[in-house]
């Protein structure tokens, strides 16, 4: 069993950066992948990033790439989501998740989830 907690969220103004943390209880956090999804209002639950369990991979959407960069601490059961560039497009409630041991792209793939954190970028 996992739980995870975001934090990090806010409002940001265009061209901006912030940066977004996912906590994990458990033992098991090194040997998750970990990623980071998004929805925006009306919108369906999308794929931003995720990572393999000892952060030698990672792969993002291609709306962010480039921009925002996801990172782990196995020490800490901490990942992270960089974002900078901002843009009003990026506003979402963004929430972190734990998979299995392959790299995943798909919700499916992931098995627990945070509560989601607010990001709003201003223009």
């Known amino acids: 069993q996992v739980q995870l907690e975001e934090s990090g969220g806010g409002l940001v103004q265009a061209g901006g950066s912030l940066r977004l943390s996912c906590a994990a209880s458990g033992r098991a956090f090194s040997t998750y992948t970990m990623g980071w999804f998004r929805q925006a209002p009306g919108k369906e639950r999308e794929f931003v990033a995720t990572?393999?369990?000892?952060?030698?991979?990672?792969i993002y959407a291609a709306s962010v790439k480039g921009r925002f960069t996801i990172s782990r601490d196995n020490a800490k059961n901490t990942v992270y989501l960089q974002m900078n560039s901002l843009k009003p497009d990026d506003t979402a409630v963004y929430y972190c998740?734990?998979?299995?041991?392959?790299?995943?792209?798909?919700?499916?793939?992931?098995?627990?989830w945070g509560q989601g954190t607010q990001v709003t970028v201003s223009s």
């Open positions: 990572i393999t369990w000892s952060g030698s991979s990672t």
């Open positions: 998740a734990a998979g299995g041991k392959r790299i995943a792209l798909t919700q499916r793939e992931y098995n627990y």
